[in-house]
C-alpha cells in the first residue's frame, strides 16, 4: 500500500502557518505515527499533494475534514478513535460516501476514516454467507453473489455503500421479497467509542445488534459484516421492465401502483419518477418495475401498463446483479459517484390517495416550469411489497419502516450553488404537501432519504427512540457518532 511520503514535507512547511492549519498538520503527524505502515494519511486542503480519498456524492451540507486517514487495519481504527476522543478532534467513517442527510455539515474540520482498505467480499455457498469489509460498495458485492447462485438485498444505485445502506436498513428491489437490507444481517465487527473491538450479532452484544439495524450509524465504526444470503429465485434472473410516459398518464398509473397495495407479490417492486424534460418543455413520467420471477408472469403484470401506450418501452430480462445498472434507463447508475448539489426531502407515504397524488402533479406541473432553478427535480415514488418487511418481526430490529406503502423522494439536484434555497424551500413545500394527504399526523421519513430537520422520532419511529437513546448513552456516552441523523 502506498504511504504518501510527499505529505511528511509537506507538513513542515504548513507548520509555519495559521492555527487551523498547524492543528492539521499535528494531527497528521500524530496519525502516521501511531497507525501501522500500511495506513494512509493525508493532510487536506492543498490542492497540489497527492490525496487519494473517497469522493462525496453530495456536496450539500457535506462535512468538512483537516485530515483523512485510511487506516490499514482493525487496530488502526482502533487507534484513530482512540486518539480522536481523547484529542477532542471530530471524526467520521465514509463507506461509499453516499450519504447525504444536512445533519452531516455539522462536523467541521474533523478527520475523515476513509474505509477504502476495508474492501474485501467473500461469498460462502455452502454456508449461505456473505463477508464484506465496511467500504464494499453494492457494485462490488453484487456480481459475486449472482455468480454463486444466491441473492442479497441491495439498493438501487451500484455506488452506495452497503455497509452504510444497511446500518440504516437499507431498501431495494429484493426488499419485496427479503425485507430491509439489515434482516439478513448476521453480525457486525465494530469498534466502538472507548476504542474496542466488539462482535455484535444475535447472541453477542444483541441489544447492539437490534439498534445497529436501523440506526447503526450512531454506534460505532464497522468494519466488516456478515450476511445470511438466500438462493436466488428464478435462476437469478429478473425483468426490468422502463416505461415512458406523457405525465397526463399520471391518473392511470396512480391507478395501478394502488390496485398492488396489500397484494402486491414478493416478486415485484414498482419505482414511478417524475422529471421535467427541459428540451420538450413538459414532465415526462418514468415507470421502473423489477419482476424476480418468469417473463410471461412480468408481462402480464405490465400489461395494463403498456395498454396505456408508453412513449417507450425498454424490458429486459437481465441477471439480478444487472438490474440496478439498468433500472430507470440507467439514470441512477450514470450519476454513480459524480459530484452532485442535492437538497432532499423525502415522506414515507401510508396509502395512494390518487386524487391528492393527482392534484400534487398538476401542482408540479403548474410551477416547475415556470423556474428554472426547479427543473432538475426528481420526484420518485417506490412501492415494495410489505411481504418482505414482515417477514422480520418488528421487535428484532430497530428498522421500523415496514408498512410504508411508498417511499416519496424529492431529491432537489441544482445546477448552481444559487440555486440552493429555492429548491430547498420547494422541495419541504411539496413534502407539506404530500404530508397532508398521508395516513399519520407526523411526519415519518426513511432516515436515508432525510433531509436532516425531522428529527429522531420521524427517522427511527416515536417507539424506538428511547431504547436506542439507553443504548447511546451506555455505548456512546460522549457522542462521537452524532453526525449522521443523530438519536
Ligand atoms: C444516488 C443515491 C442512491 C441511493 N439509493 C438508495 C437505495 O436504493 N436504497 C437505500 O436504502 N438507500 C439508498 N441511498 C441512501 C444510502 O443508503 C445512504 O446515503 C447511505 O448512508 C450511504 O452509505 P455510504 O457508505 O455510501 O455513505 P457514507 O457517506 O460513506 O456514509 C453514510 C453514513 O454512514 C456511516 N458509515 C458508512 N460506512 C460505515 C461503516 N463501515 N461503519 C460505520 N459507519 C459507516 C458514515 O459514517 C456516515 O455517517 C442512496 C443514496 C444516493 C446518494
Ligand atoms: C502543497 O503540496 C505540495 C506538494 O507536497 C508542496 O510542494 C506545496 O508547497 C504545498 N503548498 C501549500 C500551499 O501548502
Ligand atoms: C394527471 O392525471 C389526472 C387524472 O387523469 C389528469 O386529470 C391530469 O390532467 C393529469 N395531470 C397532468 C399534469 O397532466
Ligand atoms: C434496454 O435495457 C438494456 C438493459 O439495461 C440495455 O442493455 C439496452 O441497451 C436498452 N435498450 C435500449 C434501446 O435502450
Ligand atoms: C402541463 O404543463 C404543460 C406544459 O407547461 C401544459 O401544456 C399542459 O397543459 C399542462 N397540463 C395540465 C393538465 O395542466
Ligand atoms: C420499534 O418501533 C416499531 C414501530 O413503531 C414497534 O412496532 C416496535 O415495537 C418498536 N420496538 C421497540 C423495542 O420499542
Known amino acids: 500500500m502506498w504511504v504518501p511520503q510527499a505529505t511528511l514535507s509537506l507538513f513542515a512547511f504548513l507548520a509555519s502557518r495559521s492555527l487551523a492549519r498547524l492543528d492539521g498538520t499535528k494531527i497528521a503527524h500524530d496519525l502516521q505515527s501511531i497507525l501501522s505502515p500500511e495506513s494512509a494519511v493525508f493532510l487536506l486542503g492543498n490542492s497540489s499533494a497527492l490525496i487519494d480519498t473517497t469522493p462525496r456524492f453530495n456536496v450539500w451540507h457535506s462535512p468538512t475534514y483537516t485530515v483523512s486517514v485510511k487506516p490499514a487495519f482493525p487496530r488502526d481504527v482502533q487507534k484513530v478513535v482512540s486518539y480522536s476522543r481523547d484529542k477532542k478532534v471530530p471524526f467520521l467513517a465514509t463507506g461509499g460516501g453516499h450519504g447525504y442527510t444536512g445533519t452531516l455539515s455539522a462536523l467541521r474540520d474533523g478527520i475523515e476514516v476513509d474505509l477504502s482498505y476495508f474492501n474485501t467480499v467473500e461469498v460462502d455457498k455452502d454456508k449461505n454467507l456473505l463477508k464484506i469489509g465496511g467500504s464494499v460498495r453494492f457494485r462490488d458485492l453484487m456480481g459475486p453473489v449472482y455468480a454463486a447462485g444466491k441473492a442479497v438485498p441491495v439498493g438501487a444505485c451500484p455506488c452506495v455503500g452497503m455497509a452504510g445502506a444497511t446500518l440504516g436498513g437499507g431498501i431495494g428491489f429484493w426488499s419485496s421479497t427479503y425485507g430491509a437490507i439489515s434482516d439478513s444481517l448476521s453480525s457486525l465487527e465494530v469498534i466502538t467509542a472507548d476504542g474496542s473491538l466488539i462482535t455484535v450479532s ?7 445488534f437490534w439498534a445497529m ?9 464497522v468494519t466488516s459484516l456478515t450476511y445470511n444470503i438466500h438462493d436466488a429465485p428464478n435462476g437469478g434472473q429478473v425483468m426490468s421492465a422502463d416505461m415512458m410516459f406523457p405525465v397526463s398518464a399520471n391518473g392511470s398509473l396512480w391507478e395501478f401502483v394502488k390496485s398492488w397495495v396489500g397484494k402486491q407479490p414478493a416478486e415485484l417492486s414498482l419505482t414511478i ?9 413538459q414532465f415526462i413520467i418514468v415507470t421502473n418495475i423489477i419482476y424476480t420471477g418468469p417473463l410471461t408472469t412480468g408481462h402480464s403484470i405490465i400489461q395494463p401498463l403498456l395498454n396505456l401506450q408508453p ?3 425498454n424490458i429486459s430480462y437481465i441477471p439480478w446483479s444487472e438490474a440496478p445498472f439498468a433500472a430507470t434507463y440507467g439514470g441512477p447508475a450514470n450519476n454513480c459517484g459524480k459530484p452532485t448539489i442535492m437538497v432532499p426531502h423525502a415522506v414515507n407515504l401510508y396509502q395512494v390517495d390518487t386524487k391528492a397524488l393527482c392534484d400534487a402533479v398538476d401542482y ?3 410551477t416547475v ?12 415514488f417506490t412501492q415494495y411489497s410489505q411481504a418482505g418487511f414482515k417477514a422480520t418481526e418488528k421487535k428484532k430490529s430497530a428498522f421500523p419502516w415496514r408498512d410504508v406503502v411508498m417511499y416519496a423522494q424529492m431529491d432537489g439536484i441544482a445546477m448552481k450553488a ?12 411539496f413534502r407539506d404537501l404530500l404530508q397532508k394527504s398521508n395516513r399519520k399526523s407526523k411526519l415519518e421519513v426513511y432516515t436515508h432519504f ?16 428511547s431504547r436506542l437513546r439507553k443504548l447511546k448513552k451506555q455505548y456512546d456516552p460522549q457522542g462521537l457518532f452524532s453526525f449522521y441523523n443523530p438519536v
Open 311 to 313: 412513449l417507450n418501452t
Open 202 to 208: 444475535s447472541t453477542s452484544n444483541a441489544d447492539l
Open 213 to 221: 439495524k436501523g440506526a447503526g450509524a450512531n454506534y460505532g465504526i
Open 369 to 380: 416550469p415556470k423556474d428554472p432553478a426547479l427543473q432538475s427535480f426528481v420526484f420518485a
Open 418 to 429: 444559487d440555486d440552493v434555497p429555492a429548491i430547498d424551500a420547494f422541495g419541504k413545500g
Open 450 to 465: 432525510a433531509h436532516g430537520d425531522e428529527g429522531a422520532a420521524a427517522w427511527y419511529g416515536e417507539e424506538n427512540v
Open 364 to 366: 408540479l406541473n403548474q
Open 273 to 281: 419518477s417524475l422529471l421535467f424534460d427541459p428540451i420538450a418543455g
